[in-house]
């Protein structure tokens, strides 16, 4: 969150509606110490509101204090829950329902108890259960570390800059799309020699997991083994917290609780298959990093595949069949593991019998809890009117993405024998054939790179897609019609400080054409240009179906006068079009604040009369630089708009940069609604012979 916005109406109000004892806690006045220690736990969306509101009235050391007690609070608040359930879970075990009238006194007698058992371990720590009842938006707000936005700003303001790195490196993980704080980091690592960055809300089994395939990508299976046989104890621990904290109150979001006249069988099973669901669903949360929405496919399993190879490279024969067949539990007809298992069996013939290697006991146990669960919430759909959809927990299309084999010269079986087969596993197909290399459809357009040259995939460098007249004619309306901040919300300064951005729309320019505000024929060409540009993409990718306009943006970028020396910031970070890039995690999450209908890409410049601004395509590490192209009047750089290609400017340093910015999609309901109003406004010039096309586009240009 930038530093000038607002935090959510739900904070809003609940700053209005707490007391002022409450609104700002000891734990955030100057000079004070943590109010009840010892005592209830103080609620973390008070601490939360109060930090807020101290920030935004500058007092910056108390914000800090407020926030960091608002986090160890909800920390403390989901430990206090897990401890005092688990305890009542080993001291009260459930009764089983016994025979005939009365018999299951001893079940809900057993239910009874251990419900005060919960309640009463964890009254002394929490106090009563309604002080812990944050709103939704505020559970949102930690959810995606708002917080750490926040204190990243107070510790800037403290010149605390330690603390300022690694709350703003805490932020960005689970808010990889969020470019100041991309940036801010950058500054951290010049500025203060901050290299080192801790994620403070790391999930520990994901971090050993992240580190295991490191090390197994190096060929260090030793260290491999170990981070991965860690990151599978952290995990079924985790397994094990994540189904007990889904025991707590659930919301009933079909009927009103005074209108609720469901019977006493009925009303267990309500509350039961939403708590049962929610532990379904904790495959799904334990494979999903802080802040995303789309888990690591494959997650669990991909564990025991890592293993099953990185044993037999150690040469731990039986580890690698017993990881082997831990693996197909979850995928049984998976044809490369099943050759691997029968491979690791032959080596140990002779020694021991394969047969008595059997998978691993804690997979087996999830896995048949996890079908059992399955099945219940599939029969209560039937028959008690739930909606329910099985997902697909174990999408086999999350793959080990190494292409190691046992090479002959250290394998044990004949050269003519069965070979280990490890290669890497086809990943999803894309529902198109990728091609290029079409036909430019207009003679003057010159080709000057293809993906090959640029070093990437669906990449395609052109010039002389319009002239020298055309470029200056369209700086000329883009002189009177942009507006400072337009597409962002009018935030002048988006992406950097020092720049100013300005742009505009195909249907403002056609808007002020018709006003007389600027030259029709100008606002016309606008049009015509972005279409004629649209038209080469279709055309040189070779796609099979129309594509539409997704958004048509006129764009310039101004370097700001006194504000370039020692400049280390880009004009546009790195990013991907219609995914959110996760540098660290080498990933892009096509999920949304990104628009992932959008699927090419273009670029068409106007001017050259700048300093830097270079475009450049990099690795999804966001820093090694694959491309760089450097701007000037009709030369288009058009692109697939996904993960495959991550892009951004260089830092304008001096002059104005003028682009016409194109995002094309596949998809009709994705239509640019603005590009379709023009599209009538334009049917109508033609139709009142106002403003007739100055690119004479032959019609057998026409695809």
Not at 263 to 292: N, P, W
Not at 549 to 561: E, P
Request: proline share 5%.
């Amino acid at each position: 969150m930038a530093s000038g916005s607002r935090p959510w109406g739900a904070l809003l109000l609940l700053l209005l509606l707490l007391p002022p004892l409450l609104l700002v806690p000891a734990a955030c006045r100057a000079g004070g110490g943590c109010a009840g220690e010892g005592g209830p736990l103080e609620p973390f969306d008070a601490l939360y509101a109060s930090g807020v509101e101290a920030y935004y009235g500058g007092d910056f050391a108390g914000a800090a204090r407020c926030l960091e007690r608002a986090l160890r609070s909800r920390r403390e608040l989901r430990a206090a829950r897990l401890r005092c359930r688990r305890r009542c879970r080993g001291q009260v075990r459930l009764a089983a329902p016994g025979p005939g009238a009365g018999g299951d006194l001893p079940f809900f007698g057993s239910v009874l108890r251990r419900a005060g058992c919960v309640r009463r371990c964890e009254e002394p720590r929490l106090g009563a259960a309604s002080r812990h009842r944050a709103a939704e938006e505020v559970r949102a707000d930690f959810q995606r570390r708002v917080p750490y936005s926040y204190l990243q700003r107070a510790y800037i303001q403290l010149n605390k800059l330690d603390e300022a790195a690694n709350a703003a490196h805490t932020f960005f993980m689970a808010n990889p799309e969020h470019m100041e704080i991309q940036q801010d980091i950058e500054n951290y690592k010049t500025t203060a020699g901050k290299v080192s960055l801790v994620d403070r809300e790391a999930k520990q089994h994901m971090e050993d997991y992240s580190a295991g395939v490191r090390h197994y990508d190096k060929e260090e299976y030793e260290l491999a083994i170990d981070f991965l046989e860690r990151a599978l104890k952290g995990y079924y621990s985790e397994d094990e917290d994540c189904q007990i904290m889904c025991e707590g109150p659930q919301r009933f979001e079909e009927h009103e609780y005074l209108e609720y006249k469901a019977g006493l069988y009925e009303a267990i099973a309500d509350h039961y298959m939403q708590v049962l669901a929610c532990k379904h669903d904790c495959v799904r949360e334990l494979a999903t990093r802080s802040g995303r929405i789309s888990p690591i496919e494959n997650f669990l399993p991909l564990h025991y595949d890592y293993l099953q190879f990185a044993y037999y490279r150690v040469g731990d024969y039986v580890k690698a069949l017993e990881c082997a067949k831990s693996y197909l539990l979850f995928h049984p007809d998976d044809e490369d593991v099943l050759e691997n298992a029968g491979y690791y069996e032959g080596l140990l013939e002779g020694t021991m019998d394969p047969d008595t290697i059997k998978p691993r006991k804690e997979a087996k146990m999830l896995l048949r809890r996890h079908k059992l669960e399955s099945h219940l919430l599939q029969v209560a759909a039937a028959g008690l009117g739930y909606t329910y959809t099985e997902p697909n927990y174990w999408n086999r299309y999350g793959a080990r993405q190494d292409e190691h084999s046992v090479p002959s010269s250290i394998s044990s079986e004949p050269e003519d024998g069965p070979r280990l087969s490890l290669a890497k596993k086809p990943m999803p197909k894309p529902d198109r054939e990728l091609k290029e290399g079409g036909p430019l459809l207009y003679s003057d357009v010159k080709f000057v790179y293809n993906s090959q040259q640029l070093n990437g995939t669906q990449r395609v460098l052109l010039d002389n897609v319009i002239s020298e007249e055309q470029c200056r004619e369209l700086h000329r309306v883009a002189s009177g019609i942009m507006l400072a901040g337009d597409g962002y919300r009018g935030k002048t300064s988006p992406h950097t400080p020092n720049e100013r951005f300005e742009g505009a729309t195909v249907l403002k320019a056609l808007k002020y054409g018709y006003e007389g505000r600027v030259p029709l024929k100008s606002a016309r060409l606008f049009y015509d240009i972005s279409e004629k540009a649209r038209r080469i993409v279709e055309s040189y990718f070779m796609l099979n179906s129309t594509l539409y306009f997704s958004y048509t943006h006129l764009v310039c970028r101004t370097a700001l006068s006194g504000q370039q020396e020692r400049r280390n910031d880009l004009s546009h970070p790195i990013h991907a079009d219609n995914c959110l890039l996760d540098p660290e995690a080498n990933e892009c999450w096509k999920e949304p604040p990104a628009y992932t209908f959008r699927d090419y890409s273009a670029l068409l410049y106007m001017n050259a009369d700048f300093e830097g601004g270079e475009f450049i395509f990099t690795e999804m590490d966001a820093k090694t630089v694959t491309a760089s192209i450097k701007p000037k009047c009709g030369r288009m750089i058009s692109f697939s708009s996904g993960g495959e290609n991550p892009h951004g400017v260089k830092a304008v340093t001096k002059g104005q940069r003028c682009a016409v910015a194109l995002w094309f999609t596949l998809d009709p309901l994705y239509r640019e609604l603005e590009r379709i109003q023009a599209d009538e406004v334009i049917a109508m010039l033609d139709q009142e012979h106002l403003g007739p096309s100055e690119m004479n586009i032959n019609p057998k240009d026409e695809l």
